[in-house]
């Protein structure tokens, strides 16, 4: 049991609360205020107002065991979403009705659950136990029915534990029936960092984190060998609170790993990942792989495509732990939308990507065989797929084109299209998020708080429908945080552009705007998969 942390069993469990027992709670209580129920009379208002097509599309998702062929004689035991990952893609209309069944056939009584990333849905779909629903019990079908009205770039995976650091996501495109952008041919690129079933588990991963630097056997930590050529330490050693310096004694948390004798070898932290883009530190975890469309870069996924024609692609960021520096070689990148909205639009030689953001970007295609390549940011390692519109001999799994370093956007290089700009409006509620926690304890949280599933209003900022809302992210830790909100989208100060999930750079605020206009309970939290399940997340609450 140790290798699996507190709230994951609590979720697993037979005992997981109803969304409306939380709500009964809520509002009995004098502390807390009484909260919008995510199956509420409000949340059903909201949904008769969507636009509607009348049509559904109907999907079954199986979430199961399964054996990956990754390429290059890479066989992963993981879970994946009907033997597959990324899964099956779902594409349908906006206006169009989902509804998507949830087969849990996962092993050893693992519950689950289906969170569709970036949609603002009715609350009660939202797949987050045990705030909008029961857990999916093993051998239960669960179904998640909700109108996608605004287009875009999706993907879904579970908000259970470390489950997204498996093989257990998919995109979800949402098109637009009245396309704005020109272009001739689509590809959709997923990208992801891969340890499952090749060197360890999450949970496994998820336990030498929780265990912090405090048992550290010295011997066994890797201090450069995954490090950018910028050579910098990695882990801020200043960022490791009240330890006195390497403390190695055993970790007082219950629930972390025990040490092994003199201290516990350190098998998937990464020491020395250090990025200028993200601000410094730039990830936790040491990954064997690195993946495009389910395809380490020695056997790459290929689109084949037609000299000069106009491709859009569509990329989804679906990692655990690894921010990815995205070019094609040979190519300009003109970027169109980021999380599912437009954008004006901007050239660039390449761009950065967080963990749970997606860009949309158009690129004409050249006469060749050109390598899609993502830099596994400060991390010295990459995954690669390939454009292809001639014959040609393949580039090297270890390609780095030079448009990587080129000209790099950021999502704070961009501005929102005039029609998904946010309306100029008096702000009616600030919520100050503190990003808190270091390496040294690995107690990430928000506002100096672990998030407790068990007591999820503990951690709560609450807001009122039909308000502007501001959120001030101050960071004041070492390492980078994308914070992903679930069902709104946000503005990025007075003109930036709208999302979901957004980079907060170390010891820097980044403040944010929406419109208070999906009433329920939701998520707000760090989407590093590691940092979000130790305690990096707050709720967000509509107040009756």
Not at 301 to 315: E, F, S, T
Not at 431 to 453: P, S
Not at 511 to 523: C, E, H, I, R, T
């Amino acid at each position: 049991m140790n290798s699996i942390n507190r709230r994951s069993v609590l979720l697993a469990g037979l005992g997981v609360a109803s969304a409306g027992a939380l709500a009964a709670c809520s509002s009995g209580s004098s502390a807390t205020p009484a909260l919008v129920a995510p199956s509420g009379s409000a949340v059903a208002a909201v949904e008769k107002k969507r636009k509607s097509t009348g049509r559904t599309h109907e999907v079954t998702l199986t979430a199961a065991p399964a054996v990956l062929d990754l390429g290059a004689g890479v066989m992963a035991k993981t879970w994946a979403f009907s033997g597959r990952t990324p899964g099956r893609e779902i594409r349908l209309s906006a206006g169009d009705t989902l509804a998507a069944e949830l087969s849990n056939q996962l092993p050893n009584r693992t519950a689950t659950s289906i969170h569709w990333h970036g949609i603002a849905m009715r609350n009660d779909m939202d797949g987050v136990p045990p705030v909008t629903q029961q857990a999916v019990r093993a051998g239960a079908n669960r179904t998640y029915r909700f109108i996608t009205d605004a287009p875009g770039t999706y993907f879904f995976h579970p908000h259970v534990g470390v489950q997204l650091d498996r093989g257990l996501y998919a995109p979800l495109i949402v098109e637009d029936p009245r396309e704005p952008l020109s272009y001739d041919d689509e590809w959709v690129v997923v990208l992801d960092d891969w340890v499952d079933g090749v060197t360890g588990t999450p949970d496994e991963v998820l336990a030498e984190l929780r265990h912090g630097m405090g048992g550290m056997d010295m011997g066994g930590m890797d201090m450069g060998g995954d490090s950018s050529s910028s050579g910098h330490a990695g882990h801020d050693m200043g960022d490791m609170g009240d330890m006195g310096g390497m403390d190695m004694g055993e970790d007082s948390s219950p629930s972390s790993a025990p040490p092994a004798s003199g201290g516990m070898p350190m098998k998937f932290m990464l020491m020395g990942a250090e990025s200028e883009l993200l601000g410094g530190d730039a990830g936790d975890v040491k990954y064997p792989h690195h993946l495009v469309n389910g395809r380490v870069p020695a056997d790459p996924a290929v689109y084949q495509g037609k000299p000069g024609r106009r491709l859009r692609l569509r990329i989804i960021n679906a990692g655990g732990d690894t921010a990815y520096r995205l070019a094609l070689g040979g190519h300009k990148l003109t970027i169109t939308h980021t999380d599912g909205f437009p954008v004006e639009h901007q050239e660039a030689d390449a761009l950065l990507i967080g963990m749970g953001e997606r860009y949309d970007v158009l690129v004409t295609l050249g006469d060749g065989v050109f390598p899609l390549v993502a830099l596994a940011e400060g991390k010295d390692a990459t995954g690669m797929a390939l454009v292809r519109t001639a014959s040609g001999s393949t580039p090297k799994a270890t390609v780095r084109p030079r448009e990587l370093n080129g000209k790099i956007l950021t999502a704070s290089q961009l501005r929102a299209a005039d029609d998904a700009r946010l309306s100029s409006k008096r702000v009616d509620q600030v919520h100050r998020v503190e990003l808190t926690g270091g390496m040294g304890k690995y107690d990430w949280a928000i506002n100096g708080k672990a998030f407790d599933m068990a007591d999820p209003t503990a951690n709560l900022l609450t807001i009122e429908e039909g308000r502007r809302v501001r959120l001030d992210f101050v960071n004041t830790t070492e390492m980078w945080h994308p914070m992903h909100l679930h069902g709104h989208t946000y503005q990025l100060g007075d003109a930036g552009p709208r999302k979901d999930t957004a980079i907060v750079l170390p010891r820097k605020k980044l403040s944010v705007l929406f419109d208070a206009d999906n009433p329920g309970q939701w998520m707000l939290h760090c989407h590093n998969a590691y940092h979000g399940e130790v305690g990096m997340m707050a709720l967000v609450a509509y107040q009756n």
